[in-house]
Structure formats: C-alpha cells, structure tokens
C-alpha cells in the first residue's frame, strides 16, 4: 500500500483545511486509517483514526469538536477536516494504514497556521 498525505497549507488561526490521504497498490478494506501530528523534535501524536471496514473513530481529546475524520471507500480515500484551526495545530501531519501484519505510512503534508 502506497499512502499519499495532502492538503496541507498555510492558513490563519481559525481557519479550515482538509486533509486527504489517498491509497494506491491495494483496497484500505480491513485497515485502520490513522492521522499524526509531528512538531520538529518531538514525536508523532495520534489524532484521529478510523476502521475502514466498520467506520469506527477514535479523535484526541484535545482537538475533538474541531477536526473530523471520514472515508471515501469508492476512492480508497480518507480525510481529515480540521476546523477552528489554532496555531499549536501546526506541524507535519502523517498518515499511517495498519493492520495486525502490516504498518504502511505516508509522506506528510505539512500545515501552518498563524496566529
């Protein structure tokens, strides 16, 4: 599985984006889809992950009510909408495909938001 992170930008502080993570080489059926956040220095944080076969979802408790993840099967495709953004959001977002056998991650899509 090829995993392609996009959608990232520069945006004001309370702004929007949405982030696509775009799978090529294989159907995401029976992966769970996971978005990170990374800062330089520190290490990869989950935030939002979702079951592609049930649409199960799990969101950090810092971001919930503001970011949102959903899939697109038909596309092999999941997103990530990030509203109400703040300036500690900023950072490289990654995403990561994973089953029992098999951890797949992607380049990541980098996202600034001002202040």
């Known amino acids: 599985v090829q995993l392609q992170a996009f959608g990232g930008g520069l945006v004001q502080s309370g702004g929007s984006l949405r982030l696509s993570c775009a799978a090529s080489?294989?159907?995401?059926?029976?992966?769970?889809i996971a978005w990170f956040h990374q800062l330089p220095g520190k290490e990869r944080e989950g935030v939002s992950c979702?079951?592609?076969?049930?649409?199960?979802?799990w969101t950090l408790d810092s971001v919930k009510g503001r970011f949102s993840i959903s899939r697109d099967n038909a596309k092999n495709t999941v997103y990530l909408q990030m509203n109400s953004l703040k300036p500690e959001d900023t950072g490289v977002y990654y995403c990561?495909?994973?089953?029992?056998?098999?951890?797949?991650w992607g380049r990541g899509t980098l996202v600034t938001v001002s202040s």
């Open positions: 080489g294989a159907t995401l059926d029976g992966y769970v």
């Open positions: 990561n495909a994973e089953t029992k056998n098999y951890d797949y």
């Open positions: 979702i079951g592609i076969r049930d649409g199960v979802t």
